[in-house]
């Protein structure tokens, strides 16, 4: 029976002007509304949970890139070359040069609002991460990085009067006209009703798709949104295959109310060997002979996650499935000179570093691809921006540790005073009848029975982490997509209502809607790609081959994804 006479989504619209609307408010978007604003524009910045405690950003606990040449002599370009070489050949080199010379920048913009980089000797301090050719990596505390970035990104919007900021506002569409982005049209989770934004450019920064796997380090909004409105506007996406797992996330024991991915600081500060069941060491084994383990890391995170996987399958895994982290070796005090009260909550869980190991296992952390942008950050539909995780590109098959909050600062300006300057030369695109198809849709809700939307969330997960995880086979990838295509038929093409003001089960319907598309667009891309390359790997088709130097795109046509191939990028030259 239809709802529609009890859906708040039926009734009249509510209606918002802006200049600029900035989908998301994790760092990258927040960054992107001040520099909006800076620039003179009106911004709306609309977040589906709380402004500036969703996203990825929050969650970070660790250290961002940046050639900042404090301690140690540096330059962009020796952090473009060590980001290009992680990319193995596929990162679009304008958008990686943009992170790496603009990165300084953004990082002492952040200084002088009182961010708290670590600092010795009055110098902002850094460590060495894996990949980079010397210590590149700032932080504020190793374990607070992120909530401190959020927390100053915050203050500084909370004197930003020209944005407004808007929670709790689920996007359903981008709206276009005459090949312009125009708007959106929004769900207002707590009263459910249909909102229309008027914007003279959009920027999407809804991060990336790593909740849409079993195991990972994402907040749960993190399940690709952003990919499956950029590509209904008709945007195109770029590297979707390319997933990357972190391969120390915690395992076993329980660990209550703490980061899954909280054992890489340890790592950097005091050192930690990696065993296997037989407590032997290692990682040099899936190295060449040259390289030595000083207890820190040997492998980039793609490598680690093969070698941990590579050992469990040999049967030499952990109980729990993964390989230990042990910390055994390191004096007790010197832990707790380092991470003291961290050691304090670790106890609480029954977890003492210095009598035993933790196990770990790879976990989702990062999507590399996403949504496809010139130099401007802008999509090849007019006025529609991306930057943060949500853009594609910039780290080809494989991130540079560090570089993601780096990103997040460098493009969320860049696509920000980019919208603005649009917004504020063009004239609006908009009518109601951009909203169109979006409200037909919200009024096609039914209350009918419908399956188990919770289940099919589980469902989803579960074949994305054991048939589009980190190690790949064309079988594994077929009934991966199939298993989509019959999750996508059961959900079926009209949402599904419970009919009161916060309608989860809607909601459930929204998410599920994107996150089947985007799957989707992993899984057939993965399948296309017959090497093994970065954080890519198929088991079938072990080696990299050079005739696949080449980035996938995916885009949607007539409800249909289409699959392209283009060179990589090599333009530098940005205006």
């Not at 524009?41 to 970070?60: D, Q």
């Not at 250290?63 to 193995?88: F, I, M, N």
């Not at 989509?484 to 089960?505: N, Y």
Request: net charge neutral.
């Amino acid at each position: 029976m239809s709802s529609s006479e009890n859906n708040a989504a039926t009734d009249q619209p509510m209606h918002l002007d802006t200049d600029v609307l900035v989908i998301g408010s994790g760092a990258a978007g927040m960054y992107a509304a001040l520099e909006a604003a800076r620039a003179g524009a009106s911004v709306i910045l609309a977040e589906r949970s709380l402004i500036g405690r969703g996203g990825a950003t929050v969650m970070a606990q660790m250290t961002v890139a940046a050639a900042l040449a404090e301690q140690t002599p540096d330059h962009w370009e020796h952090h473009l070359s060590d980001t290009l070489a992680a990319g193995r050949g596929l990162c679009d080199e304008g958008l990686a040069a943009l992170l790496c010379e603009d990165g300084p920048r953004r990082l002492r913009e952040m200084d002088d609002w009182k961010v708290g980089w670590a600092r010795e000797d009055g110098h902002i301090k850094q460590a060495q991460a894996p990949g980079h050719d010397r210590p590149r990596c700032a932080y504020v505390d190793f374990l607070s990085t992120g909530p401190a970035v959020s927390r100053a990104l915050r203050s500084r919007l909370n004197s930003a009067g020209a944005v407004r900021r808007i929670g709790e506002l689920l996007i359903v569409e981008i709206s276009v006209r005459d090949g312009q982005a125009c708007g959106a049209t929004a769900l207002h989770l707590t009263t459910g009703r249909a909102v229309t934004l008027a914007a003279k450019a959009v920027v999407i920064a809804t991060g990336g798709l790593t909740g849409l796997y079993r195991r990972n380090s994402a907040s749960s909004n993190m399940v690709g949104d952003g990919y499956a409105l950029a590509l209904r506007a008709g945007a195109e996406l770029i590297d979707m295959e390319f997933v990357q797992f972190f391969p120390i996330g915690h395992l076993a024991p329980r660990l209550v109310g703490m980061d899954p991915i909280m054992w890489d600081p340890f790592r950097y500060k005091l050192g930690g060997k990696l065993l296997n069941a037989e407590m032997r060491e290692f990682e040099t084994d899936y190295v060449d002979q040259d390289s030595r383990s000083d207890g820190r890391y040997v492998l980039t995170r793609d490598l680690a996650t093969y070698a941990i996987t590579k050992e469990v399958e040999a049967g030499r895994g952990s109980p729990a499935g993964g390989a230990y982290l042990s910390f055994q070796h390191v004096p007790e005090a010197e832990m707790r000179s380092a991470f003291g009260p961290v050691v304090d909550r670790l106890a609480a869980n029954g977890i003492d570093l210095a009598s035993r190991p933790v196990e770990v296992a790879p976990i989702a952390h990062y999507h590399m691809g996403g949504i496809r942008v010139d130099s401007m950050l802008q999509t090849r539909v007019a006025g529609l921006y991306a930057c943060g995780e949500a853009v594609g590109g910039a780290n080809g098959a494989n991130r540079l540790s560090g570089n993601a909050i780096t990103e997040a600062f460098v493009f969320g300006a860049r696509a920000g005073r980019n919208a603005a300057q649009r917004a504020l030369q063009a004239s609006s695109h908009w009518e109601p009848q951009a909203a169109r198809p979006a409200l037909d849709l919200l009024r096609s809700t039914e209350r009918r029975d419908a399956p188990n939307l919770a289940a099919i969330v589980v469902e989803l997960k579960a074949l994305m982490a054991d048939g589009v995880g980190p190690f790949r086979t064309a079988d594994k990838l077929r009934l991966a997509a199939q298993a989509i295509a019959r999750l996508k038929t059961e959900i079926g093409q009209s949402p599904v209502s419970s009919a009161t003001p916060f309608d989860t089960v809607l909601v459930d319907w929204l998410d599920l809607r994107n996150m089947l598309l985007v799957a989707q667009s992993v899984t057939l891309a993965a399948l296309a790609r017959t090497e093994s390359r970065g954080a890519h790997q198929r088991e079938d088709h072990p080696a990299l081959d050079e005739t696949w130097s080449v980035n996938q795109t995916v885009s949607l046509s007539g409800g249909q994804l289409h699959l392209g191939r283009s060179p990589p990028s090599r333009q530098r030259t940005l205006p």
